[in-house]
């Protein structure tokens, strides 16, 4: 996007609509690890739990396995994508995680890579 147009973007959510959202995205994490003993937020969950809590659907997958492959990621990275879509779901009070869900999951994990500066970002 060229940068006339993001500076003359409207602005953002407010803090407080930010807020809220998170706080009602910790209560529905709370109530679905509810029967799980300390696990309270998605980055707790276990493999078992990601198998039945993130499921991605078969678009979504299929994304996931092209970054994998093209990012060269590792079984513990696929893992943090799922929990990192899961919270995003959440967030937008979605009860499934979706195709827009991991792409914006992936987008995180590929800043979250220590060599971005390297590459010129």
């Not at 995180?108 to 590459?119: I, K």
Request: proline content about 2%.
């Amino acid at each position: 996007m060229p940068f006339k147009q993001l500076s003359q973007m409207a602005p953002g959510e407010s803090s407080a609509t930010i807020r809220a959202r998170v706080i009602a995205a910790r209560k529905r994490q709370e109530v679905r690890y509810d029967s799980f003993k300390g696990v309270y937020c998605n980055a707790q969950m276990t493999e078992r739990m990601i198998h039945q809590f993130c499921e991605p659907d078969e678009a979504s997958l299929s994304m996931l396995r092209m970054a994998m492959e093209r990012l060269h990621l590792s079984a513990r990275a696929y893992n943090r994508i799922l929990k990192v879509a899961r919270t995003i779901a959440d967030l937008e009070g979605s009860e499934n995680i979706q195709s827009h869900h991991i792409a914006e999951a992936i987008g995180y994990r590929n800043l979250d890579r220590g060599d971005w500066a390297e590459r010129g970002f």
